[in-house]
């Protein structure tokens, strides 16, 4: 099965590119084969065009927190909120984002999803430090345009199998630490050798029981990555390759999923 891992961005560029990590498994090994950078939406789409079948993980929220859409007044299925929240435009989705939050109490002014909580990620309604909701305004309407098959969310049968992952999670089950910084001053031989340990163990199988095959010229460049895209990229795929192993079991995901705010693989 071909496997893909994706870190999103959700303003591609060649200084800040949609990495992709791209692989076959075989049983629970991932044979990595190459890291594509892709610069723009447009190369996004068309490598979201590429036949299947395949499976993927993408670093980026598929929907939104079902209190916020509900407090927003915003639709309740989830094909018309990617349409309503693309035809807000980037501007008007912050500035409703922004004056939401503030209504909400000190302390929780952040909405989560279910798949949040469980996996520690950044609540899908936040615009900054990461802007996770700038990449679900971006990626999830792109995911829908190109009809893959998303469980609990579109399942429409598709070979192209699109699953929510998140690196950090299995970086906290590792307990690697602080791994990576875009700020080229933090990027410290400390993170570069929470990278190297982070690589032996998924070299290894730990902790997803996926074990990562990867050529010493890629392993070099992943090391080299002091902001750790390509690293995520590949945590990334390890994610979806957990999900195929279990594809007959809802790609590992929960019986009942919220067909709003979707969940992150293996949380």
């Not at 469980?118 to 899908?124: D, E, I, L, T, V």
């Not at 893959?148 to 307990?175: C, F, T």
């Not at 690589?199 to 997803?208: I, R």
């Amino acid at each position: 099965m071909r496997i893909y891992g994706v870190d999103f961005s959700s303003a591609p560029s060649k200084a800040k590119a949609i990495t992709v990590a791209s692989g076959l498994a075989k049983g629970s090994v991932f044979r990595l084969q190459e890291i594509e950078n892709l610069e723009s939406f447009a190369a996004f789409e068309a490598f979201l065009r590429r036949p299947g079948p395949w499976v993927g993980g993408f670093d980026f929220p598929f929907g939104l927190a079902r209190q916020a859409v509900v407090d927003l007044a915003w639709p309740l299925a989830w094909r018309d909120l990617l349409v309503h929240c693309a035809a807000l435009g980037r501007r008007e989705f912050k500035r409703l984002l922004d004056a939401y939050r503030e209504t909400r109490p000190a302390g929780d002014r952040y909405a989560k999803r279910g798949g949040d909580a469980a996996s520690g990620a950044h609540p899908s309604v936040k615009l900054v430090n990461p802007p996770v909701g700038f990449m679900f305004l971006e990626g999830a309407a792109r995911l829908a345009a190109a009809g893959v098959h998303v469980p609990g969310l579109d399942a429409n049968g598709d070979s192209r199998i699109a699953l929510e992952a998140y690196p950090g999670l299995l970086v906290r089950r590792l307990g690697a630490g602080s791994y990576k910084s875009d700020d080229p001053a933090k990027q410290t031989a400390a993170r570069r050798s929470a990278r190297r340990r982070i690589l032996a163990a998924v070299k290894q199988g730990e902790p997803m029981g996926v074990r990562v095959q990867i050529g010493k010229e890629l392993e070099g460049a992943i090391l080299r990555d002091g902001t750790a895209d390509l690293l995520d990229a590949v945590l990334c795929a390890v994610q979806a390759h957990w999900g195929w192993l279990r594809a007959r079991q809802n790609y590992g995901l929960p019986e009942k999923i919220d067909p709003l705010e979707g969940w992150i693989v293996s949380a």
